[in-house]
């Protein structure tokens, strides 16, 4: 085995595995210290492979090594006591623990245990990215552009909650799986949006961030096959299809009319497609289901004009009833005026105010001047412009409304 | 042929030190791998080891005893290897592939002092 054959990802991956499954034996409230042999098994294998061969299956080396290297630091930790009873239902032993159906079992363990009902949804993704998916504390703080103490505190807040308050390392059954599912769901969704939906960051934190969410769904719909976990595939699958085509070589945002479809991954549509046609055979739509549609409209129409709008309405009606929000709101004007029902979108962007939309108040007047201006109030579209501009941060946003300007300015000259 | 002792100087990987994710501990490993491979296939390897962070020092008449370098201290010391070269030209060579000068880390390259005849 050569250095180049070491497989993808390897160590970020056995780090989840590594951690859940020693988990499962010494129980929740020891994590830090089953980071720790974690951690430092790695350090070490490098640093014996400096001049060792590699073996013939790596993985399998970093296993024995970090099972070694747990039993020692449990050795040696002061608190020695009898383990294998925190670790709730059943003894299991180390070999038992480390078969690959228990690996993936664990896994689910821990990720449900991560999004812990007390921990806030932002603290769940910093411990899930940490604990489950490892990632250093210095990549955390850049992915999410976080401050590096500010990462340390969380974990050890989200840590200490563990302990004080623990809840079995299981993934629960009836009604509470219901409700934690959806948690696990929420928290998958925001790991994502963090990677697709920041142009600042470091291109290829985000695409792991985007990779590890369809990572983690993926994971969860193999073994629990819900529709709702199919209809968030499948989202992520039409977004991230995108991925590629929205930002250009400046690190700005394309908006999606301007985007190149050539760029688009359609081995991702047709995967977000197929997760689809699982995910509406069932008679519960949930917010989920309607982004997936909306997203995979974009993404399945041949071009910008080929976008059914009237579909795109309706969705965005059923979504705002279960999921209402201001900027499903405003999207929902924007799709109205798209389809030449401005008097429509005047009065659903009424319902929202600027101030609701926190970081995107630009949007709101940007969109408001275009439906006045179909509406020919060029004056009130002419303010609402100049609004949006004096509030706008992101040069390629700036460039297309100071064009939009113009447009109204010679709008009012010649009416 | 001479021999030369390339020390390596720079914070230890572990979260005390650099703080290094599993990811680009998994890198540094394919790189060192690569970088032994090839001083091996060339025979130049004499020998080297890893060190572990954390060391003391034992100093002056009074032996006094004080803690290494930090884990976070670039003039950590956590490694060497000893190869043999022509020159200390062709050990700096060597010492080119050194795979952390990226992280900020340095090569110490010194001549290994030969006593003959004595």
Redesign the interface.
Known sequence: MTSDKIIDHLFRHEYGKMVSSLTRIYGIQNLELIEDAVQDTFKKAVLYFRNHSLPDNLQAWLRTAVKNRAIDLFRKAATHKKYDQASGPGFMSMSEVFSDHEIEDNQLRLLFTICHPGLKTKDQIIFALKSFSGFSITEIAGALLLDKENVKKTLQRARKKLQRDPIAFQVPTGAAFNERIDVVHLAIYLLFNEGFHSSGKDSLIRKDLVAEALRLGGLLLDKFKEHETSALMALMCFHAARLNAKIDDEGNLIKLKYQDRKRWNYQLVWKGHLHMEHAVETKIFTRFHYEAAIAGEYVMAENFDQINWRKLENYYTHLIRIHSTPLNILNLAVIQHQSMESDKALKTISKIQPFQLKGKEHLYHAVLAEIQMALQNYEAAQAEIEHALALVQNQSERKLLTENYENIKSGIVTK | MKEYMMVFLGP????DGM????????Q???????W??KMEKQGI?KG???LHAHGKRISGPDRIVTDGPSAASKELIG?YYVITAESMEEAMKVAEDFPDYDLGSTVEVREVMKFEGM
């Open positions: 230890d990987y572990g979260e703080g290094l994710s599993a990811e680009q501990i998994q540094r490993m394919g790189k060192w791998f690569a032994h491979e390897v080297g080891e890893a490694g």
